[in-house]
Nanobody, 126 residues
Framework: QVQLVESGGGSVQAGGSLRLSCVAS????????MGWFRQAPGKEREAVATIYAMDNTYYADSVKGRFTISQAGTKNTVYLQMNSLKPEDTAMYYC????????????????????WGQGTQVTVSA
């Protein structure tokens, strides 16, 4: 079971940027589908972006063109670059991972990801 540790959250004004990092305890490139999810108070956890093997990516419609998911050269770190942040992006952000038996990310549903980090808070003020 891979362990995940997030960092990089904080408070910014609308229009600002943040970069979240997720360090995995294992080599995840081409082994795991990695994802960033978020959960705002009173709302369900939702997928923000997923990545497999650096170039197989998915983005929620609400973040397309503003957020970028990427993997580091060491292949055990995943980033979420968040630009043009909006107040509605305020949430706890979680890194998640699921072993990919067939390659790629088969699901963007949180229930299909068994490995989770502790979360990092992102707050965007108007």
């Amino acid at each position: 079971q891979v362990q995940l540790v997030e960092s990089g959250g904080g408070s910014v004004q609308a229009g600002g940027s943040l970069r979240l990092s997720c360090v995995a305890s294992d080599y995840v490139y081409s082994s795991y589908c990695m994802g960033w999810f978020r959960q705002a108070p009173g709302k369900e956890r939702e997928a923000v972006a997923t990545i497999y093997a650096m170039d197989n990516t998915y983005y929620a419609d609400s973040v397309k063109g503003r957020f970028t998911i990427s993997q580091a050269g060491t292949k055990n770190t995943v980033y979420l670059q968040m630009n043009s942040l909006k107040p509605e992006d305020t949430a706890m952000y979680y890194c998640a991972a699921v072993f990919s038996f067939r390659g790629g990310c088969a699901s963007q549903k949180s229930r299909d990801f068994p490995n989770w980090g502790q979360g990092t808070q992102v707050t965007v003020s108007a």
